[in-house]
């Protein structure tokens, strides 16, 4: 069964969705006014394996992952300008048009590191309509209010009645304790409180008018009002609209914890009385020299410079499934620090499962073979293939524990290895479900393109490898005649140009 650790409850839980075999998933998507970075490559690569492996288990799953495109100001405190009205600004262009050319290359920098689209993608402008909808009902409860023009969760009326700060594991009085008073922010009531509706400025581009009804002081009101939506109202509104007012799971950076995924809940709870969300997960944060890499911190490396190798922290130019396995080698829980020379370990790790994907497919098998691929019924295994299935499906079930499948795939490369040497034999059968084990693993939910490297390697190597291949038949004919110098020369001249040469059972096998 799968365990994931679900952030509200604190604790690894089984997952046991709503409705049988139906999953309902929604993942807080970038705020696309820039070019993605490490950081959004975390919860991308994260998500997309829990939505790989959820449909392997045999689940279908509905996948929601938003675009923000307006209502995330520059401050969290529901102050200063919307992020992506400023980049419009300053390079003179409509905010849709900073949005479509950012979510385009969002989408071409996902589909390099193999991350497969979701389901849904809504967009928060094209929703505004629900949000204000959603606005409505939680004045219709009484946990919000009015103020100049904008309206704002009444955080302190709202804890009379539900837990704020449960997610997080915050109470409200460390939060007021924690949160200072700021200039500006005297239209609500409390420094807490957040926006559910903003007026706009003059100067704010984008804007839409609204009508709200509202009780104050025992007398009906009408607010009409040229703004848009807070920040945290789009997840609320546009999760609920297409996964049901309860669904399976929300996931995003443990950064969004608080205050936007608590937000959520409060807006939730306030507007349909009841949590939404049954299983919180969260990925850590990747770090630089142990800070948080982020926009905010300026900090960051976009991926684009991470497949250019453009950035003065970087040694080389990294393909993007190197950036994908120097992700899942760390489990999506724990922090994960960048160094250029974790990349380039990565990027070995990652050549090295290439090459024995590569030499799996070119094994034959025998009558008889003397391994198994078979569950082992010895308690220990040494030759890393017998129940490699098995403990990959345990890896998995336990909070997706892809470092561990990793392990399991890189102690399998030496039967492999060993198979390709000839010093050990496999029947049709085993050599079948070693295969299929590699196939489902490593390429179906670790998403690694696995025999893409070994075509590209191919192409690459194609307009000399016939020149290759003669040396390296002249060097067998040398080893056969006894001709070690010949032998040796051939081999260390290669060598000193780049290539792997391996000797094997059969002759020779090489690469660049």
């Known amino acids: 069964m799968l365990y994931l650790y679900n952030t509200l409850a604190r604790t690894k839980q089984p997952f046991r969705p709503l409705h049988e075999g139906h999953v309902g998933m929604y993942v807080c998507g970038p705020t696309v006014y820039g070019d993605a970075h490490l950081g959004h490559a975390r919860p991308a690569i994260t998500f997309d394996i829990l939505f790989r492996y959820l449909q392997h288990l045999g689940y279908k799953v509905r996948y929601v992952r938003n675009i923000t495109d307006v209502g995330h100001l520059e401050h969290d405190a529901d102050q200063g300008e919307d992020k992506i009205a400023k980049k419009a600004r300053l390079e003179q262009l409509e905010p849709m048009e900073v949005v479509q050319f950012f979510t385009n290359r969002y989408h071409h920098d996902m589909e ?21 909808a959603f606005v409505q009902k939680i004045l219709d409860k009484g946990y919000a209010y009015v103020s100049n023009g904008s309206i704002y969760m009444d955080v302190e ?6 837990p704020y700060g449960k997610l997080s594991g915050r109470n409200l009085e460390d939060i007021v304790t924690d949160t200072r008073e700021l200039d500006g922010q005297d239209e609500k009531r409390h420094s807490y409180d957040f926006a559910l509706w903003k007026k706009a400025a003059p100067e704010h581009i984008m804007h839409w008018p609204a009508v709200f009804r509202y009780t104050e002081q025992g007398e009906q009101k009408e607010l009409h009002s040229e703004g848009f939506p807070g920040w945290h109202m789009e997840c609320s509104a546009m999760g609920t609209k297409y996964l049901g007012e309860e669904f399976d799971i929300h996931g995003g950076g443990m950064d969004l914890m608080f205050p936007h995924h608590e937000a959520e809940i409060a807006q939730s709870c306030a507007a349909l009385g009841h949590d939404t969300v049954h299983y919180w997960l969260h990925n850590n944060m990747i770090t630089i020299a142990g800070k948080k890499m982020g926009k905010s911190y300026n900090n960051f490396i976009t991926l684009r410079q991470f497949f250019s190798g453009e950035h003065h922290l970087l040694s080389k130019p990294f393909s993007p499934m190197t950036i994908r ?7 999506y829980r724990s922090t994960l620090d960048f160094s250029s020379e974790a990349l380039e370990a990565a990027e070995k790790g990652f050549q090295r499962l290439a090459e024995a994907y590569a030499r799996l497919q070119k094994l034959h098998p025998t009558a008889k073979g003397n391994l198994t691929a078979q569950r082992s019924n010895s308690d220990s295994d040494l030759t890393g293939v017998a129940g490699l299935r098995q403990r990959c499906a345990e890896a998995m079930d336990d909070d997706l524990n892809t470092p561990i499948v990793i392990s399991h795939l890189f102690d399998s490369t030496k039967t492999i290895n060993s198979l390709a040497d000839g010093k050990a034999t496999i029947s049709e059968a085993d050599l079948n479900e070693l295969r299929d084990v590699w196939q489902t693993y490593a390429i179906n939910i670790l998403g690694l ?13 194609a307009a000399y490898s016939g020149a290759i291949d003669l040396l390296l038949n002249i060097r067998l004919d040398a080893k056969r005649n006894k001709d070690w110098t010949t032998s040796d020369r051939i081999r260390n001249a290669l060598t000193d140009l780049g290539f792997s040469i391996k000797d094997t059972k059969d002759g020779f096998e090489w690469s660049l």
């Open 325 to 331: 396995l120097f992700i899942l080698m760390a489990h």
């Open 449 to 461: 393109q696995l025999a893409d490297s070994a075509s590209a390697a191919n192409s690459n190597t």
């Open 112 to 132: 390099a590191l193999n991350v497969l689209p979701p389901s849904i993608e809504p967009h928060a402008s094209g929703h505004i309509i629900e949000q204000i």
């Open 157 to 162: 009326r709202y804890a009379q009645d539900f």
